[in-house]
T-cell receptor
């Protein structure tokens, strides 16, 4: 089946540790996105990528890093610089991100908790 | 700055009733897209309906329809014959030509048996 997968479903981070959240899509979409959701908040954009080997910061990029070495994959690393990482993280993709097809499709999400 | 406002943090309706979720947004652009996403307890985000701003006709998907008032910058979602499975968090979202999407804070909808 075509879709977006995120792993793990739950992730625990110790103080000072970097952790990486996986996002994979087999929809042949060019654009991919990472969002963070906190209770009572809407989604906030962390990073997005419109093409392989290129990505841009979103509204809350500090403390996070990404890479886009392959079209199918857009992993998000939560670094030790992110002081409040506990949240639900959603990955999304869209066909090309250029304005031709705007709908974003979401993965199931990863919940990150700090020990 | 572009903003999306959902003024109803939480709503409850009886099964089979019709419910309307409100959304207003602020933009100076004339071409953009609007969306309603559903987030059930599983937390997965599901696209419910989308509307292109240049289209005057309101979008409809089965029991879901929108009332798009461009001049008023209003984009409400109507759910007809509500079902227990409609219980979820609903997010209104706006996307501009730069392809950045902005979400409202959400409305938690409870469908009561």
């Amino acid at each position: 089946d075509g879709g977006i997968t995120q792993s793990p479903k739950y992730l625990f981070r110790k103080e000072g540790q970097n952790v990486t959240l996986s996002c994979e899509q087999n929809l042949n979409h060019d654009a991919m996105y990472w969002y963070r959701q906190d209770p009572g908040q809407g989604l906030r954009l962390i990073y997005y990528s419109q093409i392989v080997n290129d990505f841009q910061k979103g509204d809350i990029a500090e403390g996070y890093s990404v890479s886009r070495e392959k079209k199918e994959s857009f992993p998000l690393t939560v670094t030790s610089a992110q002081k409040n990482p506990t949240a639900f993280y959603l990955c999304a993709s869209s066909i090309d991100g250029s304005g031709v097809e705007e709908t974003q499709y979401f993965g199931p999400g990863t919940r990150l908790l700090v020990l | 700055a572009q903003t999306v406002t959902q003024s109803q943090p939480e709503m409850s309706v009886q099964e089979a009733e019709t419910v309307t979720l409100s959304c207003t947004y602020d933009t100076s652009e004339s071409n953009y897209y609007l969306f309603w996403y559903k987030q059930p307890p599983s937390r997965q985000m599901i696209l419910v309906i989308r509307q292109e701003a240049y289209k005057q006709q309101n979008a409809t998907e089965n029991r879901f329809s929108v009332n798009f008032q461009k001049a008023a910058k209003s984009f409400s979602l109507k759910i007809s014959d509500s079902q227990l499975g409609d219980t979820a968090m609903y997010f209104c979202a706006f996307m501009n030509r730069d392809d950045k999407i902005i979400f409202g804070k959400g409305t938690r909808l409870h469908i009561l048996p």
